[in-house]
């Protein structure tokens, strides 16, 4: 892509309305544009970006075998009434009418249509368990929605639902999540947390935040800072390996400001472990058994022909938070440096333009027409301005490397550094082979 022809409108100052740095940087380098309070609309930069961080959390979502469906924005009120929580749920719900005068909302979660769906379709225990997921857009008429992406109405969120016959079934099914959620937060650069959490308005008795240290983050946590330490490589996706996992992180404490009991904290953690601050929730697991299978009689036959509640799960991803949430913890002294997974092109380049010479130019058109060939995703700063201007526009872009034609470049060798400041002279045959190299990293 031609940086010229790239539909990214950058803002030269900080918007007044921003008050933390991922609001601000997105803001500034048009990956977003507020379209009202809470409401936003994704331009391509930040688009391609949650694009990206979306296929992650696909991807280990399919890994352990969950199934991907689409259920609508728009539900009847009938079912959130069968469940009890269409009045419960409070001003957050954006209630409505059809034309028909019929009752709907604007979908906050789907437990209540997913056990509707599963309750319709699934009759007999031979067919548990069942791990179910989407990718969709979710509304909350946030009271005060603030942040930018970090707390809006309208959010693009990923929620999975699990179906078992009985607890120690359903556990293995929570287990297995809270393993794709590590594996995820990884895989993004983020190194995530989890912590005891309420359960809030979705119910149940176990619940945890994924959580990362934030300065700008709402949530205050309580923890033993070992359990930053814990490498989940050596583990794998066997029922028995997750449940060592989890065992290792429960061993520490770690729980978020409703789960604080100060005593508990003084007694467990020896002062030199003990951290407080505070952090972003990134994803958010919860085991509530038979809370919406009961009063929405979603039951399976047994093998002796007796009905059993199915026992359920929900587990939720902020898609789009998670652009915000990548910003906040990389993004330091005007420099952004995204992850390698999610960033929104793999490699810069940076042609020096002088007057009545158009060498470089001629030079970083042949680099970008040789990667483009070999399917390295490249945007080319083709614009007249000066070095020094493109290289603090490219510092809050915050693509991960930069090819640079200027002093340092020769017939044959040109500039590579990466966001860290490091450079080495390459040939363009050694810039492909790095690029893709990295790549199959990732």
Known sequence: MYLSKLFIPLL?????????KSHQLMLRTGMIK????????????????????????????????????????????????????????????????????????YGPTNEELITEI????????????????????????ELRPRFGVMRCKEFFMKDAYSFDLNDDEAKKSYNKMFFAYLNTFKRLGLTAIPMEADTGPIG????????????????????????????????????DSIKNLRKKYDAYYAVTDEKFKKDDFENKIKKENQLITKGIEVGHIFYFGDKYSKPLKCSVDLKDGKKVNVKMGSYGVGVSRLV??????KFNNNIMRWPES????????????????KSNHLKADKIYNYLIKNNIDVLFDDTEEHLSAKFKKFDLIGIPY?????????????????????????????????????????
Do not use: C
């Open 118 to 141: 599963f309750r319709a379709s699934v009759k007999s225990y031979k067919s548990l368990p069942q791990l179910l997921y989407h990718i969709q857009w979710k509304f909350r008429d």
């Open 12 to 20: 030269k100052e900080i918007p007044s309305e921003a008050k933390i």
């Open 342 to 357: 999610v960033s929104p092109f793999e490699v810069a380049i940076i042609p020096s333009l002088q007057k009545n010479d």
């Open 204 to 239: 149940g008795d176990l619940s945890h935040e994924f959580v990362i240290l934030a300065e700008t983050g709402e949530s205050k946590i309580y923890s033993d800072k070992r359990i930053f330490d814990i490498d989940i490589s050596s583990y794998n996706d066997s029922d």
């Open 34 to 105: 507020q379209s009202s309070t809470g409401i936003y609309s994704w331009l391509p930069l930040g688009f391609k970006i949650m694009k990206k961080i979306e296929q992650i959390v696909r991807e280990e979502q399919n890994k352990i075998g969950a199934q991907e469906l689409l259920m609508p924005t728009i539900q009847s009120a009938e079912i959130w009434k069968e469940s009890g929580r269409y009045d419960d749920y409070g001003e957050e719900m954006l209630r409505i009418k059809d034309r028909q005068g019929k009752e709907m909302l």
């Open 324 to 329: 915000g949430a990548i910003i906040e913890a």
């Open 402 to 442: 930069q090819i640079i034609l200027g002093t340092k470049s020769t017939e044959e060798k040109f500039e590579f550094k990466d966001v860290n400041g490091k450079t080495d002279n390459l040939s363009i045959e050694e810039i492909k082979k790095k690029l893709l190299n990295k790549r199959n990293l990732n």
